[in-house]
């Protein structure tokens, strides 16, 4: 049995794919990490909430071969004692709407969407105060590396706004 040529439907171009930015790709992946971490924390916390702390800190330090008698190992455990289950909630709490917020910007970003760009853009000025505050407080590598990684990020995000801003400009002038 022959089949006709008008039952075969015309097979489609097949679209170019789009190229994605690396960049924004990158800062996509490291939201994506940071809300992997936050739900992480959040879940960790909701799962001691209950628990003796400072039982399972003791048994951390006696698992992973410790000294119980090291100043910052004796300060970690003397301040366990002080966590309440609703600070974990709270605590949990936040760390999950900061997830959340880190999972709309990564999609925003992945999909190279202008809103998520801006959402980045207000939510690291924004924040970039209190990072600096904690630095200040206790400063250590790993803020110091985060506020950097937040800092390039801005000033990334920012030149691709106004580069596309300039391109929208110049499209618009006649020829």
Not at 4 to 10: F, G, I, L, R
Not at 87 to 99: D, N, R, V
Not at 132 to 157: E, F, M, Q, T
Request: hydrophobic fraction near 50%; include cysteine; aromatic fraction near 10%.
């Amino acid at each position: 049995m022959s089949q006709n040529p008008s039952d075969q439907s015309p097979v489609p171009a097949k679209a170019k794919p789009r190229r994605h930015n690396r960049i924004l790709l990158t800062i996509a992946l490291f939201k994506f990490f940071k809300a992997a971490a936050m739900i992480t924390a959040g879940s960790l916390a909701l799962t001691f909430r209950h628990a003796n702390l400072t039982v399972i800190a003791t048994r951390w330090v006696d698992k992973f071969r410790l000294d119980p008698h090291n100043k910052y190992v004796d300060w970690v455990i003397d301040h366990t004692r002080l966590v309440h289950a609703k600070q974990l909630e709270m605590l949990a709490a936040g760390t999950f709407i900061y997830a959340l917020l880190f999972l709309v910007e990564g999609i925003g970003l992945y999909r190279e969407k202008v809103w998520g760009e801006y959402l980045v853009i207000v939510e690291v000025c924004l924040l970039m105060p209190l990072e600096i505050i904690g630095i200040c407080a206790k400063p250590d590598l790993l803020r110091i590396g985060l506020l950097i990684s937040n800092i390039l990020i801005l000033v990334y995000l920012i030149y691709l706004r106004i580069k596309n801003a300039r391109k929208k400009r110049r499209e618009k002038q006649p020829a």
